[in-house]
């Protein structure tokens, strides 16, 4: 803790955040912990001189001389020198002080010595790795030892208080040894697979859990998950380097859980058979066996860490098996690695999801386009063949024209499609409005024997060419509905460009729709389920709106489209 900071922050009514405690630079905690060690020692010696001994004067000269050093090492915020041998050096210059006053102490323990000693241990730890607090220990044991060595009387006490010192230093190069092995797990579970480039549309399962049971240390693991809407629960195992993935009905295993008031908790137990377990809030006792006696058979399940996830699209259970041993903070990796999974199995379903919705959107686009083309020029082409039986032979030859001008166009039309033209950079491009529409309209009216008229205001508007193609079908559509539909003998379009949209009108001069009269706006069409449901299904995918007039002398649709 930052310890010369924090009742400042408490006098002015400032609040003290666990960043302030826990994660100031391990120099600085060393170097005011000093100071205060320091300034404390003198007090306590020129309170009770038996505190040192022999030469008291000279200890408390000693004891100065380091609250001196203290205070420069804490008014210089060493803490910033960021080279390994400015913590080198001042370990050593409080390793070598700690000497000097177990030799002005004449070798005895007094309880300032004790205290500097757990202080110099404790600042290794902070330091660096448990490697140096065995090292600091060995060398304090080592110069008590020697000490007592040139002495005659007190070694057997000089023994025991460096064995002492020993087992103080193991202890905290132990609790070292723990914080450094659970940094390393942390980061090796961090560094989590991500999706296989040869297969992005799936989570890369047995990597992730060969990669799970590595960063824990554990020989197999474990995975079961539900789909939403599908019955059936999945199943993904890693062990012995080898990952298997099966299916099984749903309710195969239960709830996986038997204990209902466990079946969202993460927990870990010695024996699957047992009633007792550990969870992130204690031990609890439940009845035998905590999981279900199907999944514990199915897997060979004795020592486990377990803990629940619930996605967006998929809910399941991680489970670590047959690891040698388990703490708390195993069970967090464990429920780090059920989150992690849950990410990646919602992942996959959602890209599923997605790849379905994308098939769907183009397989409604190609009927759409094959009903707007296709359909309703082989219509026309029938239309003309079904007029040649009252046809005069002049008109015959003119009509079978048609039907091959209308079977040639087709044929160019599919085979466009089949090549993908025009590209994208032609789709992007603009086009003049009357003339890329003005040919269709005329071909449309022979095809159907209706009179079309185009008027495009201004008359050298453009608009990008996809939308040109799309403006074709549908006036394809509208023109080939009015003459089945609504009988009309004339079709007139006109074609306005604003600024960020286009709006097209088409009036018919034909029956209507069965002769009713109404108006209906694009949300009034929807609600009620009439209309010309290719092309207002076209318009809406183009962000677009439409509206239909109808009464006996004929329709008129309006089409607001967006040129964006």
Partial sequence: ????????????????SRADVFDAPAERIIAQGRLVLATLSVIAVQLNP???????????????????FAIGLTVGRVWRFREPAAGYLVHACDVAFLLVLGALSGGRATPVSAFFAFFVLVAASLRWNWQAVVATAGVLAIAIWGAAATQSSGIGAALIRGVYVLIMGVMLAYSGAIRERRREQLTRLTAWPGPDPAQMHSPNLA?????????????RVLVLWEESEEPFVNVGLWQNGEYKQAREMTGAYGQFVRAKSYVDAAFWTDDAGSSFAVTSQGPVHVEAPILEERLIKAFVIHNVGTA?????????RVFVLDRASWSDFQLHLVEII??????????QFMQTEARSAAAERERIRLTR??????LQSLTAAGLQIKLLSDSEEGERRTRLEVVGQLLNAEQRRIRDFVRKTPGRGQQSADVPLGLSLQEMMSETARH???????????PDATAPAALCVHLSLMLAEAVANAVRHGRASSVRVTIRRGHKNVSVEVHDDGLGFDGATFSLNDED???????PFSLHERVRELGGLLGVRSSPGGVTLQIQLPLS
């Fill in 525 to 531: 069409l929807v609600a009620a389920g009439i209309g």
């Fill in 1 to 16: 803790m930052p310890l010369l900071r924090l009742p400042g922050k408490l006098l002015r009514g400032e609040e003290v």
């Fill in 50 to 68: 038996a505190l040192v001994t022999i030469d008291n004067g000279t200890a408390i000269a000693v004891l100065v001389a380091y609250g001196i």
């Fill in 338 to 347: 059920a989150s992690r999974l849950a990410n990646a199995l919602d992942r």
């Fill in 448 to 458: 159907w024997n209706c009179a079309t008229s185009l008027t495009v205001e201004p």
């Fill in 207 to 219: 990597d992730m859990l060969a990669h799970c049971a590595e960063a824990i240390e554990a020989p």
């Fill in 308 to 316: 629940p996830f619930q996605g967006s699209a998929c809910r399941g």
């Fill in 369 to 374: 386009d094959l009903h707007d083309g296709l």
